[in-house]
């Protein structure tokens, strides 16, 4: 049940389901012979064009070659299989013909995008012209179908989608409809259950401490945290008065700044290029009198940036 269609599309729709639905009882049972008794060649009228024997035959192979394309397998062959494609087969001519009336064209450029684009016509990300020819020797020539069929049948596959996309695009079904139509189907359903509160399994539950212990020696992993860890750091910003100034003078002030902060950093340096004992840093900081800042503990998956928060 549909609640809401675009006003232009609504009578189209109807109109559509309406023939579906009695395509497939009458041409489902109807044997095409006519008075006389001799076989009648014409099957069904849509929109003006008489669909025959040959025209359906036309339309079922392309409807098992979409399958194909949308599924990456042949379609399936038993009885039951064939009478599906026999009626998905009408429902693509009808929407198919709703399409043309409706105006929907599909572009020779929107063929060719869906072709070259296609999974079975790729190789390594991109279009390859012999994965395409042996789509044409292995599959489109047994059934009888060309280059030019085979334009044509995408560009109808495209019509329809677009067909169908714009009355479904404008279609609401509400929850309601949702409930009576899986009551149809499957039958109304009712549920018993018992609710049991966890924190009075909670009080009856009493490990010992073998218990834990065992449980935790087995499990080691979920209560293991990672190795972090904290880096002491010493900023060199400038002074309120500083941070005031413009141009040249700014520039100056920050040449100052970090010329002291190699000095202090230095320190350190030289000690390791020497291979002479580092200095305490803490010691330094004192005599400098200098600011010793902590970054949180972080984990060796984790930047120092991160753990200070981009003041570092």
């Not at 790729?122 to 044409?136: A, L, P």
């Amino acid at each position: 049940m549909l609640s809401f269609l675009n006003q232009k599309l609504k009578f189209l729709l109807i109109v559509i389901l309406g023939v579906i639905g009695i395509s497939f009882v009458f041409f489902g049972n109807w044997t095409p012979r006519n008075g006389g008794g001799s076989v009648n060649d014409s099957l069904a009228v849509i929109d003006g064009h008489t669909i025959r024997y040959a025209d359906l035959a036309n339309a079922e192979r392309a409807t098992r070659l979409i399958y194909m394309l949308q599924t990456g397998r042949p379609a399936p062959s038993s009885a039951q299989a064939d009478q599906a494609f026999r009626q998905r087969t009408w429902s693509r001519l009808l929407i198919l013909a709703a399409a043309r009336k409706a105006g929907i064209n599909t572009s020779d450029a929107q063929v060719y995008d869906f072709i070259l684009q296609h999974p079975f016509f790729q190789e390594k990300g991109q279009y390859s012209d012999e994965r395409r020819n042996n789509f044409r020797i292995n599959f489109l020539s047994p059934q009888g179908i060309n280059d030019a069929r085979f334009t044509e049948i995408i560009r109808d596959e495209l019509s329809i989608e677009r067909m169908v996309k714009a009355v479904s695009d404008t279609t609401v079904v509400l929850p309601a409809e949702i409930e009576e139509t899986c009551e149809k189907l499957y039958g109304k359903a009712s549920l018993e259950y018992v609710e049991i509160s966890e924190s009075e399994i909670r009080k009856s539950l009493k490990p010992s401490a073998q218990e834990i212990k065992t449980f935790y020696d087995a499990n080691p992993a979920t209560y293991l945290d990672p190795e972090k860890r904290v880096v002491e750091y010493v900023k060199f910003p400038l002074d309120p008065k500083q941070s005031q100034l413009k141009g040249a003078e700014r520039d100056e002030a920050l040449r100052k700044l970090g010329q002291k902060a190699y000095e202090f950093a230095n320190i350190f340096f030289q000690a390791y290029d020497t291979k002479q004992p580092v200095p305490d840093f803490s010691a330094e900081v004192r005599k400098q009198a200098l600011e010793v800042k902590a970054t949180a503990a972080f984990t060796r998956n984790e930047s120092i940036i991160d753990s200070t928060k981009g003041k570092a």
